[in-house]
């Protein structure tokens, strides 16, 4: 069936005999390979680091939106790499991939206000009501990681600490906000990998679009196209090691809100 064809290197032949105008090919050919032409997909393969795309997504609208809002935003957004200016060739979405973590609910010791139960925090609700509204959205899978309980904690906000060091703030003067809750995940980016080697190898996919912005993924970028992926970073306008850029295919980030960086900071 055309219709199962993914095969770049297909489109790529058909068009190099068309824009070579041969004789030997007829008008009637010609429209022939191009209605093939039109139907040749190419499978695309989204994959978001949840914990970077909310903080990002956080700096550049703001943290008042409803988990229906962000997540209906994510989607759209992820729908919106299979619309390449560059492409001459359908794009069809094979699947998103959300990496995450669930929220904890244990108790974490805080400076200010001591032991906070963090099941009774906003953010608790909130991330459990998010991470349903994406087990709804059409072709979207989550891949879910751990959190580290022994590196969970509350450290003192960069601005604060500046204003401290400049003698300009004492620490009797610090405030419950002058905190910010901090959590390493485990297994998230594993997991990442693991997941491009297996669309890579078993050449599910011809473009994958990774929305991240750790140069932990060099490794992944050569793999997949090592493999004759197309890999496309999407680092939501954030700045990226030059040891990322030179083993990805594309940079292109498709919402410039998200260049605003110190909006919500």
């Given at each position: 069936?055309?219709?199962?064809?993914?095969?770049?290197?297909?489109?790529?032949?058909?068009?190099?005999?068309?824009?070579?105008?041969?004789?030997?090919?007829?008008?009637?050919?010609?429209?022939?390979?191009?209605?093939?032409?039109?139907?040749?997909?190419?499978?695309?393969?989204?994959?978001v680091?949840?914990?970077?795309?909310?903080?990002?997504?956080?700096?550049?609208?703001?943290?008042?939106?409803?988990?229906?809002?962000?997540?209906?935003?994510?989607?759209?957004?992820?729908?919106?790499?299979?619309?390449?200016?560059?492409d001459?060739?359908?794009?069809?979405?094979?699947?998103?991939?959300?990496?995450?973590?669930?929220?904890?609910?244990?108790?974490?010791?805080h400076?200010?206000?001591?032991?906070?139960?963090?099941?009774?925090?906003?953010?608790?609700?909130?991330?459990?009501?998010?991470?349903?509204?994406?087990?709804?959205k059409?072709?979207?899978?989550?891949?879910?990681?751990?959190?580290?309980?022994?590196?969970?904690?509350?450290?003192?906000?960069?601005?604060?600490?500046k204003?401290?060091?400049?003698?300009?703030?004492?620490?009797s003067?610090?405030?419950?906000?002058?905190?910010?809750?901090?959590?390493?995940?485990?297994?998230?980016?594993?997991?990442?990998?693991?997941?491009?080697?297996?669309l890579?190898?078993?050449k599910?996919?011809?473009?994958?679009?990774?929305?991240?912005?750790?140069?932990?993924?060099?490794?992944?970028?050569?793999?997949?196209?090592?493999?004759?992926?197309?890999f496309?970073?999407?680092?939501?306008?954030?700045?990226?090691?030059?040891?990322?850029?030179?083993?990805?295919?594309?940079?292109?980030?498709?919402?410039?809100?998200?260049?605003?960086?110190?909006?919500?900071?």
């Amino acid at each position: 069936m055309v219709d199962d064809i993914t095969n770049v290197s297909l489109m790529i032949f058909v068009k190099v005999i068309l824009d070579s105008r041969l004789s030997v090919i007829g008008t009637m050919s010609k429209s022939r390979i191009l209605f093939f032409l039109e139907r040749i997909n190419m499978k695309t393969a989204v994959l978001v680091d949840g914990g970077f795309f909310l903080k990002r997504y956080n700096n550049a609208f703001g943290r008042d939106n409803s988990p229906e809002e962000v997540a209906t935003f994510l989607h759209k957004y992820c729908y919106k790499h299979l619309q390449e200016k560059s492409d001459t060739y359908k794009s069809e979405m094979y699947r998103i991939l959300y990496y995450d973590c669930e929220p904890l609910d244990i108790n974490v010791f805080h400076p200010i206000d001591g032991n906070i139960n963090l099941k009774k925090q906003p953010l608790y609700s909130w991330k459990n009501k998010f991470l349903n509204e994406l087990k709804q959205k059409r072709k979207l899978a989550l891949r879910m990681g751990e959190l580290s309980l022994n590196k969970t904690g509350f450290t003192l906000k960069r601005k604060p600490l500046k204003k401290i060091m400049n003698g300009s703030m004492q620490i009797s003067d610090l405030t419950f906000t002058d905190f910010e809750l901090n959590i390493e995940q485990k297994g998230v980016d594993m997991r990442i990998g693991l997941d491009v080697a297996s669309l890579a190898y078993k050449k599910q996919v011809d473009r994958i679009v990774l929305i991240a912005g750790d140069s932990d993924f060099v490794p992944v970028a050569k793999l997949a196209r090592r493999e004759g992926i197309d890999f496309i970073l999407d680092p939501l306008y954030n700045q990226i090691k030059d040891s990322l850029f030179e083993h990805i295919d594309g940079l292109h980030s498709k919402d410039k809100t998200f260049n605003n960086r110190n909006k919500n900071k």
